[in-house]
């Protein structure tokens, strides 16, 4: 049976790994949205899962979060303070 529009609306919200990582460094989607030449809207769509970033994009989202792309896209843990400092401009 095909899962309808209303099947998922039951399952938890659960917070993206993109703002995860964003709020553990202390950023606004707004500042990683200049960070990385996108708009905070941008931002807040990659963040609901709405759509991956293109390579590019995940690349710069990378730089500017302090992580690199596996732990971005989920395929490796998280470490907190991968690589300390202020975020890529």
Do not use: C, N, W
């Amino acid at each position: 049976m095909a899962a309808g529009p209303d099947d998922h609306s039951s399952a938890p919200a659960r917070t993206s790994v993109v703002a995860e990582i964003r709020q553990r460094r202390g950023l606004s989607q707004a500042d990683l949205g200049k960070a990385v030449g996108a708009s905070q809207r941008v931002i807040a769509y990659y963040e609901r899962q709405e759509a991956q970033p293109p390579g590019a994009m995940l690349i710069d989202l990378a730089r500017a979060l302090r992580v690199t792309t596996d732990e971005l896209l989920g395929v490796k843990a998280f470490t907190e303070l991968t690589r300390p400092g202020p975020p890529a401009s």
